[in-house]
């Protein structure tokens, strides 16, 4: 018996430690379908900013809306035509933006996504922030009306 507690003893500190860290990288609770349905159109802005095609980022946006930039002290508010002018239709360089634990708040046909962000230029984080998005629902589609977000180089590692 003291041989299989000593064994517990040595394996059971290890595998806790596991659990634990599996645990830890896992996300706090599972998106609903409608947080999904949410955050699908916020997350095609992205894959529309990493493949350079604003015409996807169009699709994905209520017309009229905008986006805030802050950067330090200055804030720059952009209408959304201004800002899709502002992606980059060509270039070598790999653009990519990852979203970390999005929380999704749902009234009605209304939503907001409030959320952690890193942006990679070739692989590497060039700078990282918070992004807000408040979308809207029309004829049955999640749309995003406005974008505001922080912008910082001191990034954590993810």
């Not at 955050?39 to 015409?55: C, T, V, W, Y």
């Not at 201004?82 to 046909?109: M, S, W």
Request: charged content about 25%; proline content about 5%; some cysteine.
């Amino acid at each position: 018996m003291v041989r299989l507690s000593s064994m517990f003893r040595h394996t059971a500190a290890p595998l806790g430690a596991a659990l634990i860290a599996l645990m830890s990288a896992a996300p706090v609770h599972a998106a609903s379908p409608e947080e999904q349905a949410v955050l699908a159109p916020f997350q095609s802005i992205l894959d529309a900013i990493a493949k350079r095609d604003r015409n996807l980022m169009r699709d994905n946006l209520l017309p009229g809306g905008m986006v805030t930039l802050k950067r330090g002290d200055k804030i720059t508010q952009l209408h959304f035509d201004a800002f899709i002018d502002h992606i980059p239709v060509t270039g070598t360089q790999q653009l990519q933006e990852r979203i970390y634990n999005p929380l999704v708040k749902i009234d009605d046909d209304i939503a907001v996504i409030w959320t952690e962000y890193q942006f990679f230029i070739d692989g590497k984080v060039d700078h990282c922030g918070t992004d807000i998005a408040h979308l809207v629902k029309r004829d049955g589609r999640w749309l995003v009306a406005g974008i505001a977000d922080t912008q910082r180089k001191d990034c954590p590692a993810k």
